[in-house]
């Protein structure tokens, strides 16, 4: 079965810096993705970036990117120019590409709190 | 447009009652999934539906049922309600979930006393 690991229960930032958020994965499986999703107070799961394991390349929205290192099971998030609205429960999550296609696994989510 | 809507946003039930959860998802999505976040953890998957059959179930007993209908919006019941079914539900739908990913709602608050 697979599993998530995400080893940082909570974490904080200081405005305009950058901060890494580490997950880890476990499957025998090699075609999968994985997301990171982020969660602030209003409860809604928004999705914040996304990767397809059979590409090397790590993926990239805007202030936030990916390094995705596909033998060692690690797929970290990394926040630039954090910003306060930024503050939120980010969880990475897990999708296999076949047989249980569409169903997340999630870690147990980091807090980050970005501070002013 | 709207994205998933989720209702109630709060419930509160009585041990040994049922309940009904209802979502509308996202408009153009057909695929929609149900998740159960208790506090301070990650969402874990109870199914999943498409084409108003359920086509995935994770590990969760058959007190947990659903339903997904022509419109594709989507119902969980859960019954003979326990202690620990306490918890956040979202609802998330998607067009194709490995493709685009899932969108979620703000989810409904279940408290069971």
């Known amino acids: 079965a697979q599993t998530v690991t995400q080893s940082q229960p909570e974490m904080s930032v200081q405005e305009a810096e950058t901060v890494t958020l580490s997950c880890t994965y476990d499957t025998s499986e090699n075609n999968y993705y994985l997301f990171w999703y982020k969660q602030p107070p209003s409860r809604q799961m928004i999705l914040v970036i996304r990767q397809e394991a059979y590409k090397q390349q790590n993926a990239t929205e805007n202030r936030f990117s990916v390094n995705f290192q596909k033998a060692a099971k690690s797929f970290s998030l990394k926040i630039s120019d954090s910003q306060l609205g930024d503050t939120a429960m980010y969880f990475c999550?897990?999708?296999?590409?076949?047989?249980?296609?569409?169903?997340?696994?999630f870690g147990k989510g980091t807090k980050l709190s970005v501070k002013p | 447009d709207a994205g998933v809507t989720q209702s109630p946003t709060h419930l509160i039930k009585t041990r040994g009652q049922q309940v009904t959860l209802r979502c509308s998802p996202k408009s153009g999505h057909d695929t929609v999934s149900w998740y159960q976040q208790a506090l301070g953890q990650g969402p874990q998957f109870i199914f999943q539906y498409y084409e108003e059959e359920e086509r995935q179930r994770g590990n969760f007993p058959d007190r947990f049922s659903g339903h997904q209908f022509p419109n594709y919006s989507s119902e969980l019941n859960v019954n003979a309600l326990l202690l620990g079914d306490s918890a956040l539900y979202l609802c998330a739908s998607s067009l194709d979930p490995t493709l685009y990913g899932y969108t979620f709602g703000s989810g409904t608050r279940l408290t069971v006393v």
């Open positions: 999550a897990f999708m296999n590409y076949g047989g249980s296609q569409g169903n997340l696994i």
